[in-house]
């Protein structure tokens, strides 16, 4: 599995920005797909993930409300929807595969598999 992430930029605080990630090969039904972050100095969070059968979604605190996942199944894609950006926002914005997931796992970043390289998000004040 391949994962390449798309759409990183400079947007102003209370701008928005629609990131892309591309999953090249099968993910599974029961699987899930993540969207995470790392800053400067930072350890990585997770920021939000669906579930790939049902569409269940999980955001972290930070971002509710201001984010929005979702995907396309028939494209293999997953989108993340960031709208009044912050300046903490700020990071490395990272998509990766859980092959097998469910509700208590899927916030969980050591389940995940396959990572993409990243993309960078940078919010000016």
């Known amino acids: 599995v391949t994962v390449v992430e798309s759409g990183g930029g400079l947007v102003q605080a209370g701008g928005s920005l629609r990131l892309s990630c591309e999953v090249f090969?099968?993910?599974?039904?029961?699987?899930?797909v993540g969207w995470f972050r790392q800053a400067p100095g930072k350890e990585r969070e997770t920021v939000a993930a669906?579930?790939?059968?049902?569409?269940?979604?999980y955001y972290t605190d930070s971002v509710q409300g201001r984010f929005s996942i979702s995907r396309d199944k028939a494209k293999n894609t997953v989108a993340l929807q960031m709208n009044s950006l912050k300046p903490e926002d700020t990071a490395v914005y990272y998509c990766a595969v859980d092959d097998w997931s469910n509700a208590d796992r899927i916030s969980g970043i050591r389940w995940y598999d396959d990572w993409g390289q990243g993309t960078l998000v940078t919010v000016s004040s």
């Open positions: 669906i579930m790939w059968s049902d569409s269940t979604t």
């Open positions: 090969g099968r993910i599974f039904r029961s699987g899930a």
